[in-house]
């Protein structure tokens, strides 16, 4: 990465946004997606907000990472979960015309996976999965460097399978812990320190869902390595033996022995796969 670009990472409750040299972060802002955002144009007036904070000459373009469904050609995120608003948003029209730079857009689960495959624990292999675990479950496939998008842009949103009476999502993010232990998964990481049975047991319960998850990820895709980040990651602790208990009783011991499951080592990045977005699009490199 030999531009000054600036990545923006939007999750299921925040934006963090960096300015990026290489894989050095020159500066970074973090703002809290507003409670109540039913006007559309109050996030995106929050993201060029956070963007300017960063933006002087050296910045040549911007990419950024959105939950949802995007059309990275035409530029458009549809139905944000997370923001109601947002049915059919042209974001990298918007972005392009206030900051005059070029914009490039994906899925966020997609630019933490890329992040992780071109400078994080999966740059190393041929194929990967990068699982993000916060509010939510998201996935990004990538092979041979290169993001697997499909038809629809669609590719890796594991999260929304059928599992059980609802989805993968359903138990493997911080929605089933909060459902299933009362509070946030902050709250009950730090009961489960504490030896709180009931944080202990839903820690447990939540490593058997995904290592059904990450089951049905082997026998769809076959990764050399699926590398897990997210904020739920940070209480491994408690679920990572249970996961793996579940992941070896996979029907197939080759693909179990060869499989690599690994913890994300860094925070940021979502925000560099998102800045690196501009350096693989063929627009960026004719411009």
Request: net charge negative; glycine share 10%; hydrophobic share 40%.
């Amino acid at each position: 990465m030999e531009q000054t670009l600036i990545g923006v990472d939007i999750g299921g409750t925040k934006i963090l946004a960096a300015k990026v040299n290489s894989e050095s972060i020159l500066k970074s802002e973090r703002r809290l997606l507003p409670i109540d955002n039913g006007d559309e144009n109050v996030v995106i007036q929050l993201i060029k907000d956070v963007i300017s904070e960063l933006m002087d000459g050296s910045v040549e373009a911007i990419g950024i990472g959105i939950p949802s469904i995007v059309d990275a050609e035409k530029g458009i995120v549809y139905d944000v979960q997370n923001i109601p608003s947002w049915k059919e948003v042209h974001l990298v029209n918007i972005l392009e015309e206030y900051f005059q730079l070029p914009v490039f857009m994906n899925n966020d689960a997609n630019c933490y996976a890329l992040g992780e495959a071109i400078y994080g624990l999966g740059k190393d292999c041929n194929s990967m999965v990068g699982l993000t675990l916060g509010t939510g479950l998201g996935a990004g496939i990538v092979i041979n460097g290169e993001l697997l998008s499909g038809a629809s842009g669609a590719a890796g949103e594991f999260g929304i399978v059928p599992y059980l009476d609802k989805t993968i999502e359903d138990y493997c993010s911080g929605s089933f812990i909060k459902q299933r232990f009362g509070s946030s998964g902050e709250i009950a990481f730090k009961k489960a320190k504490e030896g709180d049975l009931d944080a202990l047991a839903t820690f447990n319960e939540f490593g058997r869902h995904l290592g059904n998850a990450i089951k049905i990820i082997i026998s769809t895709v076959d990764p050399n390595k699926i590398v897990i980040g997210g904020s739920v990651a940070q209480s491994k602790l408690f679920f990572e033996e249970s996961m793996w208990q579940s992941v070896n009783e996979y029907i197939f011991k080759r693909s179990k022995e060869n499989i690599q499951i690994k913890f994300s080592t860094s925070n940021n990045m979502g925000v560099f796969g998102a800045a690196s977005l501009c350096e693989k699009s063929s627009e960026f490199e004719k411009a």
